[in-house]
T-cell receptor
Framework: ETGVTQTPRHLVMGMTNKKSLKCEQHLGHNAMYWYKQSAKKPLELMFVYSLEERVENNSVPSRFSPECPNSSHLFLHLHTLQPEDSALYLC??????????FGPGTRLTVL | SQQGEEDPQALSIQEGENATMNCSYKTSINNLQWYRQNSGRGLVHLILIRSNEREKHSGRLRVTLDTSKKSSSLLITASRAADTASYFCATDHSGYSTLTFGKGTMLLVSP
């Protein structure tokens, strides 16, 4: 257990659905991240929040919408996804840039 | 791209043998970290080495850093079947707000 939790662990959704992924940390960290991990591809950074403000958005499609209501919670809202969005979505948190602590991930399948 | 590159992409060894993985990067770093990922799970931080350090140990892990060659190696001694996982290096580059992860080395340790 790293202290970072993610729910749900598995999600199957149709292309017209709207769903949200949730990440929670109580480690006192000040930065939170969303990553996408597809088969045979490097880990892709999607969003970074530092002190609850988004500092980086690596050209992620608008069908992915992050939300960071406080320093302990991070959401990824999903709508009208495509089959190629199927992947493992990982949340991480850190204090500065030293060590990132990852959640177990949400395995997303888009039908 | 500052992305690190791990080498080899895959490594298969017998229990008890040592496993060595390498990571190369392109621009100067503040620190370099190694992470491990079991199949379909989140990444777990293993060890961090700062740019002014040359070698670091943690249990059966030994990490070296050669900033002149922009490379690092991770040595796992006396490997066990439970060491089977993917191993990633991640670099902290000045001027960037996030870590940059490589593509990983898949290690298979057979009993």
């Amino acid at each position: 257990e790293t202290g970072v939790t993610q729910t749900p662990r598995h999600l199957v959704m149709g292309m017209t659905n709207k769903k949200s992924l949730k990440c929670e940390q109580h480690l006192g960290h000040n930065a939170m991240y969303w990553y996408k991990q597809s088969a045979k591809k490097p880990l892709e950074l999607m969003f970074v929040y530092s002190l609850e403000e988004r500092v980086e958005n690596n050209s992620v499609p608008s069908r992915f919408s992050p939300e960071c209501p406080n320093s302990s919670h991070l959401f990824l809202h999903l709508h009208t996804l495509q089959p190629e969005d199927s992947a493992l979505y990982l949340c991480a948190s850190s204090l500065g840039l030293d060590t990132q602590y990852f959640g177990p991930g949400t395995r997303l399948t888009v039908l | 791209s500052q992305q690190g590159e791990e080498d080899p992409q895959a490594l298969s060894i017998q229990e008890g043998e040592n496993a060595t993985m390498n990571c190369s990067y392109k621009t100067s770093i503040n620190n370099l970290q190694w992470y491990r990922q079991n199949s379909g799970r989140g990444l777990v931080h293993l060890i961090l080495i700062r740019s002014n350090e040359r070698e670091k140990h943690s249990g059966r892990l030994r990490v070296t850093l050669d900033t002149s060659k922009k490379s690092s190696s991770l040595l796992i001694t006396a490997s066990r079947a439970a060491d089977t996982a993917s191993y990633f290096c991640a670099t902290d580059h000045s001027g960037y707000s996030t870590l940059t992860f490589g593509k990983g080395t898949m290690l298979l340790v057979s009993p």
